[in-house]
């Protein structure tokens, strides 16, 4: 339900309404005070259009003036949107966001204010319909206008355009009858509703586990019952099926309910089986929704009609007035967390939300973060469990390729014994993935002549030579130049030689031993967006493609019957780099893409091509011991100090100038906090020592779990003031270490 608007104080309307706070998306310390011109009537959450020296703002009305400016000095608000206000729980949350990860609140308001154009009520459009009148004696009714008044008797009103072409005549025809009365036009408010899903359709009949864990989310929505909720099953358990059982109990109370998915996850499959489920597809939020699709979204969601929206972690920042519950789905995925601008965890800000507005929250996994284990184990989250793949289809078996000793031919990458499974799979009829998380041809391209290795010109970073595209890539800032024939530092012809596989490379000797597959070959630069997504799961249902190349976009839960092999051909690739969820991560990823092999009857074989089968990675999937690998892997976190028994926060400096960037760093370094439990640790020039052209230093600041952390860092960076071309960057509860 939209808010009440009346329930918010509102000033007054005569001259001398008092001045207020408007926030503004922009990097400002706080909000700025506004008068309130005669005539005009604001209330708290109400988007305004304000000046700011030489430039117009959209804004939001904060609150009561801070009255820091005098009022007969302060600037007017110069109009009010005819939008529903930004509810008073979202206020507070980009408040709360702001504070968590130490940005500025109009950084975050930012995000809240994705769809500007939304801000204005569509336009209405005109419907036409026959009127009251009867038709008068002298008119002349000619053959063209009997056949318009023939269409529109007793019909509802339409487009012009529409019953023009129904009658077969010209859209003057249907003007004239206008003009002489006899059809009326009929303003419609310009968007219509979004389609509203039916929570009474039967789903499927759940298994006695299934329908314990969905009576127990069930319950918590109706009684709104705040809390988080881990929903943890194996993939193919049914979670999904679970979790739409939590949401027909929040569109059966009323309430709003929101679906975060890492975005490449949101396939065609998703949204079919929402619509199988609830009649009606939700409504979507993610970067490939057009421009109109999203005003429409927005004000749907603004304006309580969108019941249900699933999207990517920005539609976290949409302005629900009643939202009732929040499924993060595969929570542990790295994709929920926004790496630019404000720096945030989309799990753990929904976690945020939900407890600020007191409903519950999903998160649903097959293989959980450590962070969501331990909040279970320590009582702050719930936990409910699907044990079994749905209709006792097995998960697949794991093997090892010990690369030592099975080894690849020179420049080839897959293992004889690899090679020979995939034979035999062909064979059979079914079909084959080969997972490189490594997108491109080569990942490095070195002389032979002289060793010189391709570098970007601007980061501290190799180029990726895509040989389909014929060009070299820097995968950090986008850069790319053609392939060269030359070596750039010896200027010799032809010695360039590529280092390592990428997909690209791993499709080339593919193609060579098994000529007669069709292959497809699929990176996150080939394949952008749920659609693409969608169409690829098409082919490969439809047993259109025999081996499947790709990185880790096609580990996402896509249902694959005829898969029945999956070989991994780097399975350490992700455990190097000195990162302190390098384990946990190449685990959720390899459980992944184990998990496309043998979802249907079918059981699958999964091979991993290592060179340290027994690393305890290798060994928990083998053994398929999630449970014993996240123990031993808490055990490791809680002996170093680190999260999630400890909190960590990064602060990265960045500039073009490298005597600015050092001068900042010595200047943070010389007033860094000086706690007992405290460890600032740098700075250091980060891994990735030059990103764009900018020189980048690192702080990890290390602190005990109860230390108020945001509070210290905010004290640290209040006390310097850095030169003007630097650049501070606050990453709390950092995933990334470069
Ligand atoms: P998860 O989300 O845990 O990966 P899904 O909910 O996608 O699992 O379920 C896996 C497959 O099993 C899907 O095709 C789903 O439709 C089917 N499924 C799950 N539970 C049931 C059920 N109770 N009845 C019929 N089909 C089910
Ligand atoms: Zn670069």
Same mark, same amino acid.
């Given at each position: 339900? %939209?808010?009440d608007?009346a329930?918010?104080?509102?000033g ?9 706070a ?8 706080g ?13 708290p ?22 009255g820091?400016?005098? +009022? ?9 949107f005819?939008?529903p206000?930004?509810?008073?729980e979202?206020?507070?949350?980009v ?5 968590y ?14 769809a ?7 336009p209405?459009?005109?419907?036409h319909?026959?009127?009251?009148? %009867?038709v008068?004696?002298?008119l ?7 056949q ?31 003009d ?18 039916d929570?009474s ?6 298994s006695?586990?299934?329908?314990? +864990?969905?009576a127990?989310l069930?319950a918590?929505?109706?009684e ?15 979670k999904?099926?679970v979790?739409?059982?939590?949401? +027909? ?12 998915v890492p975005?490449?996850a949101?396939?065609?499959q ?7 489920r609830f009649?009606?597809p ?5 970067s ?8 429409r ?7 309580g009609?969108?019941?249900v929206v ?8 949409l302005?629900?007035p009643?939202?009732g ?6 929570? @542990? ?12 965890h ?8 939900? @407890?600020?507005?007191g409903?519950p929250?999903v998160?649903?996994?097959?293989t ?34 010990d690369?030592?000793?099975d080894?690849?031919?020179r420049?080839?990458?897959?293992a ?13 009829g079914?079909?084959?993935l080969?997972?490189l ?18 570098? /970007?010109?601007?980061?501290t ?6 040989r389909?595209?014929?060009?070299l ?13 030359? /070596?750039?530092? /010896?200027?010799?012809?032809d010695?360039?030689a590529?280092?390592g ?14 000529p +007669?597959?069709?292959?497809?070959l ?7 967006g ?7 799961v098409?082919?490969v ?9 790709g990185?880790?976009?096609?580990a996402?839960?896509?249902h694959f019957?005829m ?17 302190l969820r ?8 390899l ?27 290798m060994?928990?999937?083998a053994k ?14 809680r002996?170093?100090?680190?999260p999630p ?6 602060l ?20 860094a ?5 405290l460890?600032?640790?740098?700075p250091? %020039? ?6 764009r ?22 004290d640290?960076?209040g ?10 960057q ?6 990334g270490?470069l």
């Open positions: 339900m %939209p808010p608007r329930s918010e104080p509102r007054a309307p005569d001259e001398g309404a008092p001045p207020v408007v926030l503004l998306p922009l990097p400002l310390a909000a700025y005070d506004y008068a309130v011109p005669a005539g005009l009537t604001v209330g959450g109400d988007y305004v259009v304000v000046p700011l020296g030489g430039a117009r703002h959209v804004g939001v009305v904060w609150g009561a003036a801070e820091a400016v005098e +009022a007969r000095r302060l600037r007017p608000i110069e109009r009010r005819d939008a206000p930004m509810p008073e979202h206020r507070r949350f408040e709360r966001v702001a504070a990860t130490v940005s500025l609140p109009g950084a975050v308001l930012r995000l809240a204010l994705g500007t154009a939304a801000l204005d009520p569509a209405p459009t005109l419907l319909r026959r009127s009251a009148l %009867p008068p004696a002298g002349r009714l000619t053959p063209a206008r009997r318009v008044l023939a269409v529109l008797e007793g019909g509802p009103a339409r487009p012009l355009a529409e019953i023009a072409r129904e009658a077969g005549v010209g859209a003057a025809v249907v003007r004239g009858l206008a002489a009365g006899l059809v009326e036009a009929v303003p419609v408010p310009g968007d219509r509703p979004p389609p509203v899903p929570w359709r039967p789903g499927p009949v759940l006695a586990e299934q329908a314990a +864990a969905a127990d069930a918590r929505v109706r709104r019952r705040p809390g988080t909720v881990l929903l943890d099953g194996v993939t193919g358990s049914g999904t099926e979790y739409f059982e939590a949401i +027909a109990a929040c569109l059966k109370a009323g309430r709003q309910a929101l679906v975060l975005e490449i949101l396939t065609g998703w949204l079919g089986r929402f619509e199988r009649g009606v939700p409504v979507e939020w993610h490939e929704v057009s421009s109109g699709d999203r005003r979204a927005w004000r749907a969601i603004a304006t009609t969108a019941r699933v999207g990517a972690r920005s539609a976290l920042f302005p629900y009643d939202l519950l929040i499924v993060v789905d595969e929570e @542990h995925d790295g994709a929920f967390k926004q790496e630019d601008g404000v720096v945030y989309g799990r753990d800000m929904a976690v945020l939300r939900g @407890h600020l507005a409903f929250v998160l649903a996994s097959a959980p973060s450590l962070e969501t284990v331990v909040n279970v184990e320590a009582g702050r989250y719930g936990m409910l469990h699907l044990p079994d793949r749905h209709g006792g289809a097995s998960l697949p078996e794991i093997r090892m390729i690369l030592r000793s080894r690849p031919e420049q080839r990458w897959m004889p014994t690899l090679v020979r499974a995939v034979g035999e799979t062909l064979a059979a079914e079909q084959a080969l997972f998380n490594r997108r491109g041809y080569a990942p490095l391209t070195l002389c032979r002549a002289c060793g010189h290795r391709l570098e /970007c010109p601007s980061c970073a190799w180029l990726v030579e895509h389909l595209a014929g060009r890539q820097c995968h950090h800032c986008g850069f790319t130049t053609p392939l060269p024939r030359q /070596c750039p530092a /010896c200027g010799e012809t010695t360039l590529a280092c596989p990428g997909v690209e490379r791993l499709a080339e000797e593919v193609a060579a031993r098994f +007669a597959a069709r292959v497809e699929v990176a996150s630069d080939t394949l952008t749920p659609r693409a997504v969608e169409a690829l098409g082919r249902a439809r047993h259109e493609v025999d081996i499947l190349i990185t880790q976009v096609v996402k839960g896509h019957p898969l029945t092999l999956v070989g991994v051909i780097d399975a350490d690739l992700g455990l190097h780099g000195g990162d390098a384990g946990e991560r190449t685990f959720q990823l459980s992944q893409v184990a998990g496309r092999a043998g979802r249907a009857e079918r059981p699958g074989v999964v091979y991993l091509q290592t060179l340290d089968p027994g690393h305890p990675v060994q928990a999937l398929g011991d999630r449970d014993g690998f996240l123990a031993a892997e808490a055990e490791g976190r002996q170093a100090r680190m028994f400890a909190r960590l926060a990064a990265i400096l960045s500039s073009p100038s490298v005597p600015d960037v050092d001068r900042a760093a010595t200047m943070l370094a010389r007033t906090p000086a706690e007992p439990d460890q600032v640790l740098g250091a %020039p980060a891994p990735l020592a030059v990103l052209g900018r020189h980048r230093r690192r702080f990890l600041v290390n602190a005990p779990r109860q230390a108020p952390l945001q509070a210290i860092l905010r640290w960076l006390r310097v003031r850095l030169p003007g071309s630097v650049r501070c606050v990453d709390v509860d950092p995933y270490f």
